[in-house]
């Protein structure tokens, strides 16, 4: 069952420069299944963001999509079809930073909270059938294992960060990576043995540009400076 809701198209907002395509059509995908739902990989959208730019938008997770806390399941393992797939363009190398808050904190019975987690591939899956998007590795562990029904690449997806906070209603965290396309999964922890309902969470993306080479030499002529002058 399908749980992922995204409202994007009404609440987002994003810098001047970034460009967000909601209907995304990998050209160079594999299609393995001509009776697939879908023949495309299902990326909620395609963002580009090139140096200071920033996105953010609104999704419904289902529950368990980054991991089922139940001690009797993988902890290895996140529900693809209830999490959200974003494919995510950075023009320039420097700081990815994802962000992610609960809308509603406090609100319900203990056991109800939402608990958000995203992991990030490093490239962009190439296949078609989002009928096998069912598991996903949330941790860069058991990746054949998990992630093999859906990254058909020849060189599979390399795992580049997760970040979760299993016991707040935000989490936040930011990575060191080339300019590149990457592919950015979000998703709730949740224990599946207690009562859920889907929540809804606000994410950002944003894009932090490396310091040039120049103003690097300009900050130590700067350093040198107030050094001597002491």
């Given at each position: 069952m399908k749980f992922i809701i995204i409202s994007a198209a009404l609440v987002s907002s994003a810098s001047a420069a970034v460009v967000v395509d909601y209907a995304y059509n990998n050209?160079?995908?594999?299609?393995?299944?001509?009776?697939?739902?879908?023949q495309q990989f299902r990326y909620d959208a395609f963002v580009t963001l090139g140096p200071g730019d920033s996105w953010d938008s609104l999704a419904t997770l289902g529950g368990w999509s980054y991991v089922d806390l139940d001690p009797t399941k993988n902890q290895n393992r996140g529900w693809g079809h209830a999490a959200a797939w974003f494919l995510i363009e950075l023009t320039d190398p420097g700081a990815f930073s994802v962000s992610?808050?609960?809308?509603a904190p406090a609100v319900g019975p203990l056991g109800t909270e939402g608990r958000p987690g995203f992991t990030i591939y490093s490239g962009e899956s190439v296949h078609h059938n989002?009928?096998?998007?069912?598991?996903?590795?949330?941790?860069?562990?058991d990746l054949a294992a998990l992630n093999g029904a859906w990254d058909k690449n020849s060189t599979p997806l390399s795992f580049a960060g997760t970040a979760v906070n299993f016991s707040g209603d935000a989490v936040s965290d930011a990575f060191i990576l080339p300019a590149g396309r990457y592919t950015v999964i979000l998703g709730n922890a949740h224990d599946s043995t207690t009562a859920y309902v889907d929540r809804d969470f606000n994410f950002t993306f944003a894009a932090v540009p490396e310091p040039s080479s120049a103003l690097l030499m300009t900050a130590g002529c700067l350093v040198l400076v107030s050094r001597r002058r002491r």
């Open positions: 050209p160079s995908a594999v299609n393995d299944s001509p009776t697939a739902t879908s992610m808050s609960w809308l989002t009928d096998n998007l069912h598991t996903f590795s949330n941790n860069g562990n």
